[in-house]
């Protein structure tokens, strides 16, 4: 699915690095689910969690078969308004599915007519969605912060947070608070790992690519700008591709 900062194009790159000493059983975990481009590429035991209860409820639907309507712009500004009057599902399919960029209610994607064609922005997202699904049996969500997900023994933590310095996300974010979250998750016994453009001190890039996004260190959203990303991990656990 098309989201803000998806990881979608370097999921290849990154989850050999993730996964390399992944046991029989073990967890792997998203504490920040969004569109699910990378855990619909993982297979075994996986836990999702997304702060957004909206997005958090569509996925659940859509995993158990759920299939949103077209909305026109009228009813995507009257869920935008009016949130509580509407299906969580719907309110969290119509705020990225139906949005530019995949950006929360950033702005209504329909039928457009562009250089290369019509388009149907919804179409899109939904044959997206049907290509991610088989790969998101069995898949448990729960919609909760970071902080409040209860993470099995020993797994394998993969954190996409909002990136620092960029254009805001749904909430503000504490960025200090989430690196420390991520020293105890060390300490509590899980391998860790975060994308972002930068880290604290401690941590240490384990891969790291040029790419060009709808997200980029200079603060603004729209449009391809190259940065650098990077996949960290702590030092003390640092791992070798």
């Given amino acids: 699915m098309k989201y803000m900062g998806s990881k979608a194009s370097v999921a290849k790159h990154i989850l050999p690095i993730i996964l390399k ?5 073990q967890w792997y975990v998203e504490p920040f689910l969004g569109g699910a481009n990378i855990i619909d590429k993982v297979r075994g035991n996986r836990l999702g969690g997304e702060i957004n209860n909206y997005i958090a409820e569509m996925w659940t639907a859509l ?7 077209a909305l026109d712009k009228d009813t995507y500004n009257s869920i935008r308004d009016n949130k509580g009057d509407y299906e969580l599902p719907l309110v969290g399919w119509a705020g990225i599915a139906c949005s530019y960029s995949g950006k929360w209610f950033g702005g ?3 039928v457009v007519k562009t250089k290369g064609g ?7 997202a939904m044959r997206n969605v049907e290509n991610q699904l088989n790969g998101l049996t069995g898949v448990s969500v729960t919609g909760c912060g970071y902080e409040e997900l209860d993470i099995p023994n020993n797994s394998i933590v993969y954190c996409d947070p909002p990136y620092e310095g960029t254009t805001k996300y749904k909430d503000d974010f504490d960025h200090v608070r989430f690196w420390q979250w991520c020293r105890d998750m060390v300490l509590q016994g899980h391998k860790a790992f975060v994308s972002e453009y930068k880290a604290p001190d401690d941590f240490v890039s384990v891969w790291n690519q040029e790419v ?3 997200l980029s260190a200079n603060g603004k959203v729209g449009g391809n700008k190259t940065s650098v990303e990077h996949l960290f991990q702590h030092r003390s656990q640092k791992v070798t591709a």
């Fill in 21 to 25: 000493d992944r046991i029989d059983g």
């Fill in 63 to 69: 995993i158990s078969g759920w299939v949103p309507p």
């Fill in 108 to 110: 209504f994607a329909g």
């Fill in 118 to 124: 019509v388009r149907d922005y919804q179409a899109e």
């Fill in 212 to 214: 060009k996004s709808s």
